[in-house]
């Protein structure tokens, strides 16, 4: 199956991605679209824990980072920032290094840009800042899976493609 490696210091969002990483991206997700319809159990985020910081119960967001990362075998803890005290202060660098201690990476959703981006400079894993939601560039690739259809399903396999070139 294709894959691409992302850099780093991926900041979750595809429009940061070269156009080659882009089309292996594409490729890595159409492959994961294609094993998942064969029916085949392909899991390489086994034994991967992620953390999921979102402060909503029913975000259809949420259920889709943890349905995509959990179908290929990670473990996802949702963590309610209200109740972790995730908020800016002197606290938060060790609460981030801690985070990054528990979870391989952290998708972040409904947060203000500039705690994410706090959470990642001290977290030193992965951190996601709504990685799972809509976006143009993410939208774009899920189109090209189905010369042109769209929808959670398809972007499910992009964030999947996302998830095992950075954590995976």
Same mark, same amino acid.
């Given at each position: 199956m294709p894959t691409t490696t992302l850099p780093p210091d991926f900041p979750g969002s595809v429009d940061t991605l070269s156009e080659s990483q882009r089309d292996a991206l594409?490729?890595?997700?159409?492959? +994961?679209? $294609? !094993?998942? &319809?064969? #029916? *085949? !159990? $392909? %899991? @390489? &985020?086994? *034994?991967?824990? +992620?953390g999921l910081i979102c402060e909503a119960e029913d975000? @259809? /967001?949420?259920? &889709?980072?943890?349905?995509?990362?959990?179908? +290929? #075998?990670? %473990?996802?803890v949702r963590i309610r920032p209200s109740v972790a005290g995730l908020t800016d202060g002197p606290v938060l660098p060790q609460t981030a290094r801690v985070l990054g201690r528990l979870y391989d990476a952290i998708e972040c959703q409904g947060l203000p840009p500039a705690l994410v981006e706090q959470i990642r400079i001290h977290a030193g894993v992965p951190v996601y800042d709504a990685l799972a939601g809509e976006h143009p560039a993410t /939208?774009? +690739? !899920? $189109? %090209?899976l189905d010369n042109g259809a769209t929808g959670a399903g398809n972007r499910r396999y992009v964030l999947q493609a996302l998830l095992l070139g950075s954590v995976g």
């Open positions: 594409a490729a890595s997700a159409a492959a +994961l679209k $294609h !094993a998942a &319809l064969a #029916g *085949g !159990a $392909h %899991r @390489p &985020l086994q *034994g991967k824990n +992620l975000s @259809p /967001d949420a259920v &889709l980072f943890e349905q995509a990362a959990q179908s +290929l #075998g990670a %473990r996802v /939208d774009a +690739l !899920a $189109h %090209r």
